[in-house]
């Protein structure tokens, strides 16, 4: 599950999809803009984990639940650059 802006998008995804195809598919499932999503990244929800936007999301749960819920939040920024 992926929070954003009060609405929440859910799907299925095999343990081999990376975070920036999660975060991909819920920016086009939240309606969210090009211009606005350059701007988001995954945070595991209750949390202040930022994983990297290659990580398996298989890495991320554990068995039997296999769940995980994300909050699309403001990446943070250095001098303005991503």
């Known amino acids: 599950m992926v929070n954003y802006g009060g609405h929440q998008a859910k799907h299925r995804f095999g343990p081999g999809a990376t975070l920036a195809r999660i975060q991909k598919w819920a920016?086009?499932?939240l309606g969210i803009c090009d211009e606005?999503?350059?701007e988001l990244g995954l945070q595991i929800?209750?949390?202040d984990e930022k994983p990297?936007?290659?990580v398996h999301v298989g890495s991320l749960v554990s068995c039997p639940d296999c769940k995980i819920e994300f909050d699309l939040v403001p990446t943070d920024r250095i001098n303005g650059a991503r």
């Open 27 to 29: 920016e086009k499932e």
């Open 36 to 38: 606005d999503a350059i």
């Open 45 to 47: 929800t209750g949390t």
């Open 52 to 54: 990297d936007p290659s």
